[in-house]
């Protein structure tokens, strides 16, 4: 009842003898003994200047204890379970492949050696008393492994991750760094076990979670590569050398600050299924690209923004470090985010365009390079600067039809098919005679076929080789034009007097998303921010006539009432009070309709 204690240099307890510990301590303080015994201890301690050998499992129910000279689990490799394990001092220990259990809870694992395996088995909290290292596994059958909430433990795992209990990572790092393939995590990787710094670093190591993972800091891929088909959702930075690869599942960057991502070193190419940029906080956030140069592929899904976010996600790709966007699958710009395109890096898409947010071009190139057979859609008001399609396989552009899908193109439509392999230009939804438009200032179009689509240039678009498939207009020599049916004057042609009401529509919707993002920016106290809509107001600039077309004139009720409203009794916000002095006409037209 004393729990006296018990020094030795080795111990024998292979038989049928009995040790009854109570709570003492059994100190091995002679260099060279083997311990061997198939009975549990309570604590041990090893405190000598040599080896203590394992010659058997050891079984603690509280703590181990390495305070000097070295603890070995012998060539083979025996297993040792405890609470809790304290090496901070000179000791050493020699892991071998052996495995370390901490199967009673409540402990803490204090050491500044390297463990092989390491289990936490228990229905309760194993917590660090210091960074760990496992040269193996770490696994978390059962209970709680927590970093410490006041300092953080790292934790270096070298193979797999398991965690079927709980990981508190509290504000702490997990990182990898095996430098072989078929490394995995599993378990539970997300909710109350997300990571929060989650970092890779193995030359030629490569790591794939079978279960959706969830890093609520950073995302550090600084060597090796993530593979797999998981979900994963990071909350900070996304960077590091390495590479990702990862051909399933969604990756989403969901922030509450300005991060950054992309590979932040060389040029690995970082692939991705759905990738998704969003915004979780109440103030208009923007991710830039890493200092790297690699590549952007997305296979399925590129989605800047959600639209039940409350405020604008940016990705701001016209910096320093503009990345390659090649888009295999489709881009969705939402109604809560903006796309900042390069100037000088290549920009392809294969899939659909949809863009109800903001897309900036800052004169660059979009090149939209679906496969043969295939069609790509477009939906929404988009002005690129260089818009290019070409194909020697026929293939189909379709456009949403309605002036709320207006295609402007600042610089030059590029529009080339083949002979024989046309690329066809059509019209999605609508019925009838309803149009598609597009509005380029320059084009190199051939080898088309082309329905349902209104050209709002100045001149005809009259390629040299073309199938008109009906109801188009400006287009080719003999289409439909100003001189037999009486309309507006547009850019040197008259426009049919149902195209009126179309650019009257285009310009509402045009207003109304100024509205709506000054009302934003102003209720978020980010007024600085105004002037940046100069972009939608170019828009505004292509689709509106230099002189407001006459037919308004009695014919104000194409413009609901609630709008017409809101223009009388609203003051005209900074930027509409701009287009209004660049266009006098406008102001007339405001006055006429009350």
């Known amino acids: 009842g004393t729990n006296y204690g018990i020094t030795a240099k080795s111990w024998t307890d292979a038989g049928a003898g009995t040790f009854t510990e109570g709570t003492g301590t059994v100190t091995f303080d002679v260099a060279g003994g083997t311990i061997n015994s198939n009975e549990t201890f309570e604590n041990v301690t090893i405190n000598h200047a040599g080896t203590s050998t394992l010659g058997a499992a050891l079984d603690l129910d509280d703590t181990l204890t390495i305070t000097a000279g070295a603890l070995d689990v012998s060539g083979t490799n025996y297993g040792i379970t405890a609470k809790s394990w304290t090496d901070a001092g000179a000791g050493t220990f020699t892991e071998g492949t052996g495995t370390v259990t901490f199967d009673v809870a409540g402990g803490t694992i204090n050491s ?25 596994n770490l696994t978390i059958t059962a209970g709680t492994f927590d970093v410490d909430n006041t300092n953080n433990y790292g934790i270096t795992i070298g193979n797999d991750y398991t965690n079927n209990g709980t990981f508190t990572a509290r504000n702490g790092t997990v990182t990898f ?5 078929g490394n995995t995590l599993s378990g539970t990787l997300s909710g109350t076990s997300a990571f929060y710094d989650l970092t890779l670093n193995g030359a030629g190591g490569d790591w794939t979670p079978d279960a959706a993972v969830a890093v609520t800091n950073d995302l550090t891929v600084t060597d090796g590569s993530l593979l797999g088909t998981q979900n994963v959702t990071v909350n900070g930075n996304v960077t590091g050398a390495g590479t990702v690869t990862l051909t399933g599942g969604t990756f989403e960057q969901r922030v509450a600050a300005v991060k950054n991502f992309g590979s932040s070193g060389g040029a690995n190419v970082w692939r991705f299924a759905t990738l998704i940029l969003s915004n979780s906080s109440a103030v208009d956030r ?3 690209p890493n200092a790297g140069t690699g590549n952007i592929r997305v296979d399925t899904l590129f989605q800047i923004g959600k639209a039940a976010d409350t405020n604008f996600t940016t990705f701001e790709n016209n910096l320093s470090n503009d990345r390659v966007l090649d888009m295999n699958g489709n881009v969705d710009i939402t109604s809560r985010g903006t796309l900042q ?10 899939g659909n365009w949809t863009k109800t947010g903001a897309f900036v071009h800052n004169s660059g190139t979009v090149t939209f390079d679906g496969a043969g057979a295939s069609t790509q859609e477009f939906t929404g008001n988009s002005t690129f600067y260089n818009f290019t399609a070409t194909a020697t396989a026929a293939r189909t552009l379709s456009f949403t039809s309605g002036s709320g899908s207006t295609q402007i193109i600042d610089n030059l439509w590029t529009v080339t098919g083949a002979a024989s392999n046309h690329i066809t230009l059509s019209r999605l939804g609508g019925a009838g005679t309803d149009f598609w438009y597009i509005n380029p200032n320059t084009w190199s179009v051939n080898f088309v076929t082309v329905s349902n689509s209104t050209n709002l240039a100045s001149s005809i678009i009259n390629p040299s080789t073309y199938t008109d498939s009906g109801n188009n207009r400006n287009w080719f020599p003999g289409s439909t034009s100003a001189a037999s049916s009486g309309g507006s004057t547009q850019g040197g042609g008259r426009v049919p ?12 919707e045009q207003i109304r998303k100024l509205f709506e993002r000054i009302a934003e920016l102003r209720r978020i106290g980010r007024e600085e921010e105004i002037p940046s809509l100069e972009e939608e107001i170019k828009e505004l600039e292509k689709i509106v006539p230099k002189e407001a077309p006459l037919a308004l004139r009695g014919e104000w009720r194409l413009l609901p009432m609630r709008e017409i409203g809101r223009f009388v009794l609203a003051p005209l ?15 007339k037209t405001f006055e006429e309709i009350g």
């Open 112 to 136: 500044n050696e390297n463990f092989n395996n390491v289990t936490i088995n228990h229905a309760g909290t194993t917590t660090l008393g210091a960074a760990i290292t496992t040269g193996g």
């Open 177 to 181: 760094n095996a430098t072989d393939a």
């Open 286 to 288: 923007t991710i830039s």
């Open 341 to 350: 395109a390069s100037n000088n890096q290549n920009f392809n898409v294969a």
């Open 497 to 508: 007097p149902s195209q009126d009401q179309n650019l009257i529509e285009s310009l509402r």
């Open 573 to 587: 916000p900074r930027s509409i009070s701009k287009l209004v002095e660049k266009f006098p006409g406008l102001e």
